[in-house]
């Protein structure tokens, strides 16, 4: 963990870039019994101004977001705001995606059905609504915060 990952997330992820990493909301959070890939997700970015992004109500919710852009460009949610959103939104694969990427989203999106979520920013806007407030952020996050 870093010094804002929620105390109440379970990592499940990392991109390998800048400590960005992704976990579920713990079921402690949370008022009902749900399985893990059933619970929030949370990105969380070290070197941001935003360090926590509750981006996905659950993990299908989570692959669909990035079933044309893949998920190591999620980060660029925060960093690029609307205009990354409107790529996100897009029924295109992203150009910059390798072969084997390409292959592999290909693949995820079959298997779970996914197709590319729209209005994005509102949907970001209702998760942290509806979740921010559940996240257990550190003595420290608080205090580099204030």
């Known amino acids: 963990g870093y010094w804002c990952t929620p105390e109440n997330t379970d990592t499940f992820a990392s991109t390998g870039g800048d400590g960005v990493h992704l976990g579920f909301l ?5 008022t009902e ?4 890939d ?8 070290p070197s941001a101004d935003t360090s926590n992004i509750v981006i996905a109500e659950n993990l299908l919710e989570f692959l ?3 079933c044309r852009s893949g ?12 205009q990354y959103v409107q790529t996100l939104e897009g029924h295109e694969y992203a150009e910059e995606l390798s072969d084997s990427d390409l292959i592999l989203l ?5 298997a779970f059905d996914l197709s590319p ?11 942290r609504d509806r979740y921010f407030r559940l996240l257990r952020l ?8 204030s």
């Open 38 to 45: 059933q619970r929030p997700v949370v990105m969380t970015l």
């Open 106 to 110: 290909k693949s995820i999106s079959e």
């Open 64 to 66: 669909a977001l990035g």
């Open 71 to 82: 998920y190591f460009t999620l980060e660029n949610i925060e960093y690029y705001g609307a």
């Open 26 to 30: 713990s079921q402690s959070a949370l």
């Open 117 to 127: 979520l729209s209005k994005i920013s509102a949907r970001l806007e209702e998760l």
């Open 138 to 145: 550190s003595d420290e996050y608080h205090e580099l915060n």
């Open 33 to 36: 019994e749900l399985p893990i």
